[in-house]
């Protein structure tokens, strides 16, 4: 269980990168919504994942988004805050434990609780890439109008990927 | 010794937060005051052939464009060498000015990788160093219209800063009458297709469409089509006037870029730095 739990998401690591990368990176309306759906990811490890090893995988996950992007930095400090805005998250609104799903998905947590979830971490996310990226502060409202429709964007597409995949449960 | 270690375990959580996102913050101002100093990006070996070898599949869906632009420059060139064989005056005088005739040396690079939705953008060619791509280099469009400056190299690939990005400014003139100004992107306007052109003196008559052509600083030759002036009234309330351009080349479509090899470029930055004020 374990192993196969690792395969998947390795899989799904590299398959929205790859997606993020090299399809969503030429999206965007008008310059004021980009998705950075990669953030899925990140949402969706493992529950009895280590608070260091969630860390870890956010920061390699920004860096190599980093990489691609050449925005040195930005995607780290993103990533590295959605996984505190995660670990704050499930730690205010589930009880350790009573958690018997593996991962905080769609299906497994109903759609209540993950839509919430997810726009309040992609909301952290988007929050710290676009005002990283402005990196000053007289661009203010422009910046903060990006960050929510970049947001409801992504939250849209990270929807409609788990209802794509992930309905076994609650069906 | 023993609560204290309890107390960080217990809120490993946040102190976790605050060493990675340190290194992430860190990393970025790092990156933001010196240039794109860090080697992890599109000049790395990985990242640039992913990028290239994506590239191959979308250039050939754009063959159609690439081919209308190059038959309509080649129509332009063709013109220009018609029109110097016809010289209908019976007197000529020749001019052998070598250093203006050889100042200027153009040559071809191939876009891997271009992004225009961002606030900074970037652009990745397949020329580096070893083709002879130097920092701080000019590009222009293949068509008409200035692109930038190359930010960094590697040996085999280049970043250009694109003019759509905060840190690049490119100093241009009004084609009619040579006032000076310089051409930014952003201050709210994140159109791709037009930029500004700031500190114009306000006693200046400007109409719309006038053309606005590069001055001849800072690595660009003089006299390169960028735009036409599409709004006057941009006021700023102090004795200089914005204008907004609309920019002849479209950053979107880009596939090809002419990187500009200024032969005495070190000579004029070398007599420009004894100045104190300029730069």
Known sequence: ?171 | MRNLWIFINRYNAFFFFVIFFTIGLALCVKNNAYQRSVAINSTNAVVGTAYERLNVIKRYLYLGRINDSLSAENAQLKTALLNARNTDSLATIKVTDSVYQEQYNLFAAKVIKNSINLRNNFITINKGTLEGVRKDMAVISPTKGVIGFVADVSPHFSIIRSLLNKETLISVVLKKNNTFGSLVWGDKNFDIRRAFVKEIPNHVVVRMGDTIVTSGAGGFPKGIEVGKISKTGVSTGDNFMTLEVALFNDFSTLQYVYLIKDRLADEQKQLEAALPNEH
């Open chain 1, 1 to 171: 269980m374990n192993t196969k739990l690792i395969f998947i998401n390795i899989a799904r690591w590299l398959l929205l990168l790859f997606v993020q990368i090299f399809l969503l990176r030429n999206i965007g309306f008008y310059n004021l919504s980009t998705p950075f759906v990669y953030a899925l990811f990140i949402l969706i490890l493992p529950f009895n994942l280590p608070n260091l090893a969630l860390y870890l995988l956010a920061f390699f996950t920004g860096l190599t988004m980093d990489a691609f992007y050449d925005t040195m930095g930005v995607h780290i400090s993103a990533c590295v805050l959605m996984a505190f805005s995660r670990i704050i998250f499930i730690s205010i609104s589930l009880n350790r434990d009573s958690i018997d799903e593996p991962e905080p998905s769609l299906g497994n947590m109903g759609f209540k609780w993950f839509g919430l979830y997810a726009l309040v971490c992609i909301f952290m996310h988007h929050l710290a890439v676009f005002f990283l990226e402005a990196f000053k502060l007289n661009e203010f409202s422009y910046t903060l109008g990006r960050v929510l429709i970049s947001t409801i964007f992504t939250f849209f597409v990270v929807l409609l990927v788990e209802f794509t995949f992930h309905n076994r449960k609650s069906a």
